[in-house]
């Protein structure tokens, strides 16, 4: 079993699953599949790419089209 998963809140492996599949998911994407709103999947988003698990693509700090893939 992979290390850094036993440390993931479910949240988050949830949301690697999908990465894997579909490569890249935007915002609201991430909001529905987590079933909570866009801002407290930003929240999550932004601790996510603090622990170094996923990076964010986009051409602003404010880019409504950013999305995110593994790291």
């Not at 699953?17 to 999947?41: F, H, S």
């Not at 603090?50 to 089209?65: C, F, V």
């Amino acid at each position: 079993m992979d290390t850094l998963a036993i440390n993931l809140q479910s949240w988050e492996n949830i949301l690697i699953k999908k990465l894997k599949e579909k490569n890249q998911l935007g915002t609201t994407d991430i909001a529905e599949l987590w079933k909570v709103t866009t801002r407290t999947a930003r929240t999550r988003l932004r601790k996510m790419m603090e622990k170094g698990i996923i990076i964010r693509i986009g051409t602003s700090a404010k880019d409504p089209y950013a999305v995110f893939k593994l790291k």
